[in-house]
């Protein structure tokens, strides 16, 4: 387990070298600063920001093959979570944020460019409107109950497309709670940076409809 801000520092330094913190120690003071105009993340998590939102983003690597191609979809981004600490640490995967309100939008537009992310697009507008495109990777964090995640996301995956959900303590659960095919193409793994939540993963191809 992750503990310590230092514990995860280092384990984001393992991933990606001295840019990568370089580039995430911007995002913290410029998170810090916009939280103030927006409420992106719970202020009480900025105290422990590399630990509850850097390395919580960036183990999700850890269950995805390093060879594996984008694009990376990264659903309801928010404040950036996942998706522009993964696009920081894999400059070779093309990233797709898709996240629909609108100052959210431009703080990662802002942010996308400041840290000279060219591997990284930002969608400003709902999920339901995106171009249907081959995903080789989704990803969400906070952003809808499994059983709708999939719903609204089937119709990105091809029978190779990697799944990587975090889920909190609902993890297990809300696989159990999937019609039977999907429920087999999941399984939880154990979040390293808090003892009771889970990550959801799995590979393949996403009925459109249940
Ligand atoms: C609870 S926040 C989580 C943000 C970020 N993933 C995180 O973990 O910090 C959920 C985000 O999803 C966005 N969202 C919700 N429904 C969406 C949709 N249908 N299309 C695009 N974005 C959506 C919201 O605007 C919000 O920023």
Same mark, same amino acid.
């Given at each position: 387990?992750?503990?310590?801000?230092?514990?995860?520092?280092?384990?984001?330094?393992?991933?990606?070298?001295?840019?990568?913190?370089?580039?995430?120690?911007?995002?913290?003071? /410029? @998170?810090?600063?916009?939280?103030?105009?927006?409420?992106?993340?719970?202020?009480?998590?900025?105290?422990?920001?590399?630990?509850?939102?850097?390395?919580?983003?960036?183990? @999700?690597?850890?269950?995805?093959? /390093?060879? +594996?191609?984008?694009?990376?979809?990264?659903?309801?981004?928010?404040?950036?979570? $996942?998706?522009?600490?993964?696009?920081?640490?894999?400059?070779?995967?093309? *990233?797709?944020?898709?996240?629909?309100?609108?100052?959210?939008?431009?703080?990662?537009?802002?942010?996308? #460019?400041?840290?000279?992310?060219?591997?990284?697009?930002?969608?400003?507008?709902?999920?339901?409107?995106?171009?249907?495109?081959?995903?080789?990777?989704?990803?969400?964090?906070?952003?809808? $109950? @499994?059983?709708?995640?999939?719903?609204?996301?089937? /119709?990105?995956? +091809?029978?190779? +497309?990697?799944?990587? @959900?975090?889920?909190?303590?609902?993890?297990?659960?809300?696989?159990?709670?999937?019609?039977?095919?999907?429920?087999?193409? *999941?399984?939880?793994?154990? #979040?390293? +940076?808090?003892?009771?939540?889970?990550?959801?993963?799995? /590979?393949?191809?996403?009925?459109?409809?249940?």
């Amino acid at each position: 387990m992750i503990e310590q801000e230092k514990e995860a520092r280092d384990y984001i330094q393992e991933k990606g070298g001295a840019p990568a913190l370089r580039s995430l120690s911007v995002l913290s003071e /410029r @998170l810090k600063d916009e939280n103030q105009r927006q409420n992106l993340v719970a202020n009480g998590s900025l105290d422990h920001i590399w630990i509850r939102h850097f390395a919580d983003s960036a183990q @999700l690597l850890d269950h995805v093959p /390093r060879e +594996t191609r984008g694009p990376w979809l990264d659903l309801g981004s928010g404040a950036g979570f $996942p998706g522009l600490v993964l696009a920081i640490l894999r400059p070779d995967i093309e *990233f797709v944020l898709i996240e629909s309100r609108r100052l959210r939008v431009e703080w990662l537009e802002r942010m996308s #460019s400041e840290l000279g992310l060219e591997n990284c697009r930002i969608k400003g507008c709902r999920l339901e409107q995106v171009t249907t495109v081959e995903a080789g990777v989704i990803s969400a964090r906070a952003f809808a $109950p @499994l059983a709708k995640l999939l719903l609204l996301s089937a /119709r990105f995956s +091809t029978d190779d +497309t990697r799944w990587v @959900l975090p889920k909190g303590r609902s993890a297990a659960h809300e696989v159990q709670e999937l019609p039977g095919r999907e429920s087999k193409m *999941f399984h939880v793994e154990q #979040s390293l +940076t808090d003892q009771e939540a889970g990550i959801v993963v799995g /590979r393949g191809k996403v009925r459109e409809k249940a």
